[in-house]
Structure formats: C-alpha cells, structure tokens
C-alpha cells in the first residue's frame, strides 16, 4: 500500500469537513377528492392529461436553467483578491474578474539551474554508503505471522538483491507475500522499482526489450510468479541486475539524469513512498495520538496537492521553503526533492517528530540509491512560535506553508503577529484565510499584520489531503507592504 493511501486509510482521526448545504424542496399535493353516497359518483375520476408547455416557454426555462449553471461555476472558480485601501466608508475590495479554472498538472516546471545528479552517488565503489532499512527488514518470513513464502516449492532460496540505478548500493527483500492486503509487498515493490527505472532512466531499445508484453523481463518476471517458480524469478532479477550495472558504467543512467531538469511527480511518489513504507508505516499507530480540540490534530497534504502548491508559488531551488507544523516531514522531504531548495520544517507532536527524523534518514539514502541530488533538509521539533532557530528562518523564507485546518483562532492570531517579520514577497500557504474578508486599512488598524498580506483563494481538487476524498480551498497570501505605506503617506484624519 503506498503511502497516499495509507495516508487516507491509517492516519490519525479525521478532521471533520465542513457540514453539508441541504436544499430543502417543500411538494405541495392536491387535496384528497370527497366522495359522496352516490356509488356513481365515486368512481375516481380518469387523469387528465396536462397541457404541454409552448415551445417559447420551454425555450425560455431552458435558457434560465443553463444561465443559473454558469452563474454558480462561475461563482465556484471565482478567485477573490482581498485588498486594503483606507478607511473612508466607500467599498474599495477589488474582486478578480471570474475566469474559468484550469486543471494544472502537477510538474514543477523546467529550472535550468536544477542539477538532477548526485555525483558522488555515481563514483564505483564508493566508501559514502548511506544506511538503509532494506525490504527485508520490514518483511520477511521470519514474521510468519505477517507474511508466507511467495515461492514455497523452493524455502531455502527466498532472497534476492536488487540493483538500483547508482552505485550507492543495492536493497534486499524476503520473497514473501503478506496474509492482509494492507501489509508491505516486497514483490509488489520490486516490479514497481523496475518499471520506474524503466520508465524513466532507460529509453531506446534497451527499454523496450525489457518492457516488451510477450517476452520481456516484466512479463517473464509475472510467468514465474503464476507459475510459483522462484529460481527462474532470481534468475531475472540477477538479469537486471547485470544490465542495470552495464547502464551505469556505460554512463546511460547519469547522460539521462543530467538531461534533465525536473522529476516527473511519479517518480517523486515512488521515492516517498518506499521512504513512508519503511518509517512511517509500521508505527503508524503512534499518530494517532492527539488531544481533540487542539491544534495538536494530525492531517497530511497529498503529493500532487504539494506539487501544484509549488507550481503556484514557482518556488524555485535557490529559494528557501518552510513547513510550520511539518509532522512527519512529507512535504519537506518533497520540496528537498522535486525543488532541490533549501528546506525547513518544525513540528511539535513528538511522536510525529520521532518518525520525521527517520524519514529524513531514510529518505537521504533512498535519494543516492536513485541517484538523486536533494536540497538541505532542516528538521526541528518543538513549538514553532517559540523557536529561535525557526524565528531566524522565517526572515529569509520565500514560501512558508501552514496547514492550519485544525488550529484553534488563537494561534492562528499569534502566528498572524509573526508575518510582520518576513521580507517582502513572501508567501504564506495556509488551508484556512489569515486576513478577514473585506479587510481594509484604517487609522485604527495600522499596526495589524493584516494590512501588508495580500491574499488570493484558490481551489484544491479530490484526493488531494488525507482527512477527506472532497474538493477544497486554500489560500496564498503574499506580504506586500506598498498599500500599507501609501496609506501612511497620504495621511489619514486625526
């Protein structure tokens, strides 16, 4: 099970959504017919039939039928910019025009100052191998009460080794398959492993012979798990192996890497994903752990969510980002990875601190397996509205990200306070709106942090945070102190 859905399936309870608009539609019947003693008269009377509307009315409902369904999509995709001016009683918000709302892939665009590469992942034999939870430590037969022997015929040779792109080492797994669906699935991720490299490290006609439907590693790979034979599936596995050393010396893997200058956000899944696998996923019972009624609930944003939050804010490798309420890190590690920039986090639930720590260890050498060059990873727990180091931070940060779905009005307040103190340009992504709707700078208000951020609602689509399936809004706020100080010098009544 990948993370994303463990994510929805496993995690902590889940923040309730907002209660569902009822429309309530009253239906008036015609009163019950009066019979009389006369068994002539009653006889129910035959139903009429009713009169067909005329084309022009039926045109005419047609009409304000399809103009109410513009109006309410419009309405749904309508992006608000919520704009302070001066304290005169004239409405000076300024609402964007209503535009049709595209959906965005979720890719971060091409930065040519991106190396994809790390080098010294690549050096042959290489002495800076980084310690690994390997699948077999997860799962093996050892844990007979989890798993069985995926290929019982053969129970002396149940190991294998499996080659990834650099030289940074290879992984082993326990040829065993779990007894529940939920449960980690060596196999499973080995042929994910391979069709991930394939896909995107591999082109030509190296790739097709071994993708290919009829007689292709991935095929013979199915045919000896159908046909439960283990030392013909060891045999394949040794014959990747070969061809992906081969790769690698020739300089096929890094000419590939070094051609480009994004990751593609399935390969960003994969990576996290056998991070979560390892870490996170057999203590997941720790996150559920938490005071109801606090700020102290436990939510994660899904990747493709984050990849489009980074789309948004064109966060680049040489900018600095920062999760406020990071938990196990998720969104830092990806930042480090499909960004490259420098990234922070700080969370304040010690179980979720605990697992973020491991992730971040896993997650640095799962990223040299795959050859992967990252952005600096800087994790600390703690209360992030007290931390110095997190304080100092925040005044460098280009994007500060802030799931604020559960925090109660009074940290939301305290944190309000602390944007004062960020560069202009900076922006806040948060679930929940710091500036009031309709907020405008008066003389009684100039010292409210309110009056420098600059604030755009967005749309967020399914499948996109782990408490619910359902579509939402987030908000990107900007700190902008122009408005503010033209104010100040135009002057304001006593």
Not at 75 to 85: H, I, N, P, W, Y
Not at 122 to 127: A, G, I, K, L, P
Not at 149 to 156: N, Y
Not at 158 to 183: K, N, R, W
Request: hydrophobic letters at 35%; proline letters at 6%.
């Amino acid at each position: 099970m990948s993370f994303f859905s463990l994510a929805q399936k496993k995690g902590s309870k889940p923040i309730p959504p907002a209660p569902s608009s009822i429309r309530k539609e009253v239906v008036y019947s015609a009163p019950a017919a009066k019979f009389t003693t006369n068994p002539q008269l009653n006889r129910p009377r035959p139903e009429l039939p009713r009169a067909r509307p005329l084309p022009q009315q039926v045109d005419k409902a047609q009409a304000n039928a399809t103009r109410r369904k513009l109006a309410q999509k419009r309405k749904q995709s309508q992006q608000t910019r919520l704009l302070s001016d001066s304290d005169s009683d004239e409405d000076d918000t300024v609402t964007q025009p209503p535009s049709k709302r595209t959906k965005t892939r979720a890719i971060a665009r091409p930065r040519i100052t991106r190396h994809l590469r790390c080098e010294s992942a690549f050096e042959e034999n290489s002495s800076s191998i980084l310690p690994l939870i390997q699948g077999a430590d997860i799962a093996s037969v050892e844990k007979s009460s989890k798993y069985r022997l995926a290929f019982p015929q053969t129970p002396e040779e149940h190991i294998i080794v499996l080659q990834y792109p650099s030289a940074s080492g290879q992984e082993s797994f326990d040829l065993v398959e779990p007894f529940q669906s939920d449960e980690f699935k060596p196999l499973e991720d080995v042929k994910e492993t391979i069709e991930h490299i394939l896909d995107f490290y591999v082109s030509g006609t190296d790739a097709v012979s071994f993708k290919d439907d009829s007689d292709g590693l991935l095929r013979r790979m199915r045919r000896a798990r159908d046909k439960q034979n283990g030392p013909m599936y060891i045999s394949l596995i040794h014959e990747w192996n070969k061809a992906m050393v081969e790769w690698r010396k020739k300089g096929l893997i890094a000419k590939v890497l070094d051609g480009n200058f994004t990751l593609d956000l399935r390969l960003i899944e994969r990576v996290l994903t056998q991070t979560y696998a390892r870490t996170v996923s057999p203590r997941v019972q720790t996150l559920r752990q938490y005071e109801n009624g606090t700020d102290n609930v436990y939510g994660e944003l899904l990747p493709k969510f984050v990849s489009e939050i980074f789309q948004t804010t064109e966060l680049g490798p040489e900018h600095v980002f920062i999760d406020l309420g990071s938990g196990v890190g998720n969104v830092v590690l990806q930042a480090a990875l499909e960004i490259g920039c420098e990234s922070w986090g700080c969370e304040i639930m010690e179980n979720a601190s605990v697992l973020a720590d491991l992730q971040e260890q896993e997650f640095k050498a799962r990223c040299r397996l795959w050859g992967f060059a990252i952005g600096k990873i800087n994790l600390h727990r703690g209360d992030f509205l007290e931390n110095s180091t997190i304080h100092m931070a925040l005044q460098k940060a280009d994007v500060i990200l802030i799931n604020n779905q559960a925090f109660t009005p009074e940290l939301n307040a305290h944190l309000t306070s602390h944007f004062l103190d960020l560069k202009d340009g900076c922006q806040i992504v948060s679930l929940k709106s710091f500036v009031p709707a309709g907020h405008k700078i008066t003389s009684r208000n100039l010292n409210s942090a309110y009056n420098v951020l600059d604030v755009v609602e967005k749309r967020y689509y399914s499948a996109c945070v782990s408490w619910t399936d359902a579509p939402g809004s987030y908000f990107v706020s900007r700190k902008d102190s122009t408005r503010l100080r033209a104010f100040m010098e135009r002057g304001t009544p006593s």
